[in-house]
């Protein structure tokens, strides 16, 4: 934590039925924390009663205890929360969130502060018995009563909450803190610690650490999904290094990816490279005139770096473009993180991916020792990302009254389950062009490793395009490149996969008729290609056609349970379409020798498919 920061209190409260709300706070302040507050010196601390109070008694009863450690006085910006619950009566007659909000407004009358900034959720809600008509009734006179000097808004869910509260504060935190990034540059050695519970990556410090020391590697990219942990890994890697670099160690984000609006609304634009260079310069020359043009900033920015044994972590980098003119002189190192791969003259890459599974296991069972032998499930459902697993992992760490197993059994659901990562991917998506978001969601029907041939049958597109994309998406961190297989003919294939919370993600995003479509061109695509690789161990001659139906009939049911475990309700499968599987398969006969195929053709009875059968029998 930057000791020079300016502390903003953060506090929250509502009643008790908006937890998941009162446990995205944290999350959107730990973000903003390391991106808009920390480019203006400040730092944000969240109090909450359930984190921050302690047993005890007072003179006003429990509330006044929480009163005395919530210090809403004293605080910056107070967030309040309501949906379908008031609250429940204390000592002084009001609910305690209804008092707390009242000493907000009171302390803002008197100072002007903190931001009072009220939510109140939109969904839908039927009260089932009168103590739930009674709570409602109340939150609706509050809303009516609120004060007219104020600004409530309205939300629909906690993933809502999240976006609206993170455009919120950032927008609160550039109105009253109207600087630029040189401004938060007081010091020299600005790196923090990786996060205490930092676990694993033994092998990839271990890689890094011999390519800095050993091959005197001046450029180390970190490279990789979002969530996945390459900034804790960078200022771990950073940690072991400071005594090789003593003169200084910086840290800026980039902001290649980032959640932040501009004063229009639209997505910020990434740190230029001129700023970046200026958040340097600066910590040598705080009070010197810098340059306009990007060239003179270079030169001085190699300049004050020149034999300085300096260590640069420029996180969450957008492209090459970027990075390129942030290269230091050789004395000094420099680590980049970005979602996206791409290389430079003399940059030791390294693509991260999730944990092993005992690594995941581990981390879970330090930020929350009472999951125990549930760790090793809970680690699977999170797909071994660092991100998912941390989230996961501080809710049972939090909420003391939430069984392991009962959250395991949330997550089962797939939209719970995605939530945890729905925000960073989303943040990645929207890099995509709108043609490269509709071919990524398509692949969210495969549900393992595919290739090149079968993205691309199912995109209907022909194959050196769809080799161009498939590249792009490895680029953007959203598929997993994991090697090749030979087919038949000898030919090396590569073969890609989605992670599995990416693959929810991208199933999440397709639209019925999306979905329908890729899955009819899935469905034909597998259920020849499976003949065609099986046709010789478990076809034993009588009806090929049956049999070919058989196959598909399995890949149907499949996809319907596939549907069913994403949280889709009522799922609806295509037609499936016989004379396009057949023509398919018959497509991978024409790649094998003559001689091959015609004895294939034999034994199928080739001469029998061309006769007058249905093109699209049913399954029932």
Not at 62 to 69: A, E, K, R
Not at 156 to 185: C, M, W, Y
Not at 434 to 463: I, N, S, Y
Request: glycine share 6%.
């Amino acid at each position: 934590m930057d000791s020079d920061a300016k502390i903003m209190r953060v506090v929250v409260a509502s009643p008790s039925d908006v937890q998941d709300e009162r446990d995205k706070v944290p999350v959107v302040v730990d973000e903003l924390n390391r991106g808009v507050a920390a480019d203006r010196g400040l730092r944000l601390e969240v109090y909450r009663w359930e984190t921050d109070a302690y047993p005890g008694f007072h003179a006003e009863g429990p509330q006044g205890l929480i009163d005395s450690v919530l210090r809403i006085e004293d605080s910056d910006i107070f967030i309040g929360i309501f949906w379908r619950r008031f609250g429940s009566t204390t000592a002084n007659g009001k609910t305690g969130t209804e008092h707390e909000i009242a000493l907000a407004h009171e302390a803002y009358r008197k100072n002007n502060r903190p931001q009072i900034m009220v939510y109140f959720n939109q969904k839908a809600y039927a009260p089932k018995s009168v103590e739930e008509i009674n709570q409602w009734r109340k939150v609706l006179r509050f809303r009516r009563a609120f004060p007219k000097e104020g600004l409530w808004w309205a939300y629909k869910g906690p993933s809502d909450f999240e976006k609206q509260l993170r455009i919120h504060i950032t927008n609160f935190i550039r109105d009253r803190f109207r600087v630029g990034v040189q401004a938060a540059i007081v010091a020299r050695h600005q790196l923090r610690s990786p996060v205490r519970d930092f676990t694993g990556r033994e092998e990839e410090l271990e890689e890094l650490m011999v390519a800095v020391v050993t091959k005197n590697v001046s450029i180390s990219g970190l490279q990789g999904l979002g969530g996945v942990g390459k900034t804790e890994l960078a200022l771990a890697l950073a940690e072991r290094l400071k005594p090789r670099y003593p003169d200084a160690q910086f840290y800026l984000d980039l902001k290649g990816v980032s959640g932040e609006l501009n004063q229009r609304g639209a997505p910020a634009e990434p740190l230029s490279p001129s700023d970046a260079m200026a958040h340097v310069v600066r910590s040598y020359h705080p009070t010197a005139k810098l340059p306009k043009s990007e060239a003179e900033m270079s030169g001085l920015y190699r300049s004050v770096l020149d034999g300085q044994r300096a260590l640069l972590i420029m996180d969450n980098a957008r492209d090459k473009k970027q990075v390129e003119p942030l290269i230091p002189p050789s004395s000094s190192l420099l680590i980049v993180t970005s979602r996206k791969h791409f290389t430079l003259p003399g940059l030791y890459t390294k693509n991260l991916e999730a944990l092993t599974p005992g690594q995941a296991r581990d981390l879970l069972l330090k930020i929350a020792p009472r999951i125990k032998g549930h760790a090793d499930q809970l680690a699977k459902l999170c797909g071994y990302l660092p991100l998912a697993l941390r989230l996961a992992a501080s809710a049972i760490a939090e909420r003391v009254d939430l069984a392991p197993v009962d959250y395991i059994k949330r997550l089962t659901n797939a939209r719970k389950l995605l939530e945890l990562v729905e925000a960073s991917l989303s943040l990645s998506y929207e890099l995509l062009t709108p043609e490269m978001q509709k071919l990524f969601r398509a692949l969210g029907v495969f549900p393992g490793a595919f290739d090149c041939t079968a993205a691309a049958f199912v995109w209907e597109m022909k194959h050196q395009p769809a080799q161009d994309t498939l590249s792009e998406l490895v680029a953007y961190s959203f598929l997993q490149f994991v090697g090749e297989e030979a087919r038949s003919s000898g030919e090396a294939v590569a073969r890609y996969r989605l992670h599995d919370l990416v693959r929810l993600f991208a199933h999440a995003k397709l639209s019925p008729a999306e979905r329908i479509k890729a899955l009819k061109r899935y469905i034909i695509q597998e259920t020849a290609l499976r003949a065609f690789r099986v046709i010789d161990t478990f076809y034993e001659g009588g009806d090929f056609v049956a049999w070919v139906m058989r196959i598909g009939r399995n890949l149907m049911i499949d996809q319907w349970r596939a549907q069913c475990m994403a949280g889709i309700e009522d799922p609806e499968l295509p037609q499936f379409d016989l004379e396009l599987v057949l023509k398919r398969f018959y497509q991978e006969l024409e790649t094998l020798s003559p001689e091959r195929r015609r004895g294939l053709e034999r034994k199928i009875r080739w001469q029998l498919l061309r006769g007058n059968r249905r093109s699209n029998p049913s399954f029932g």
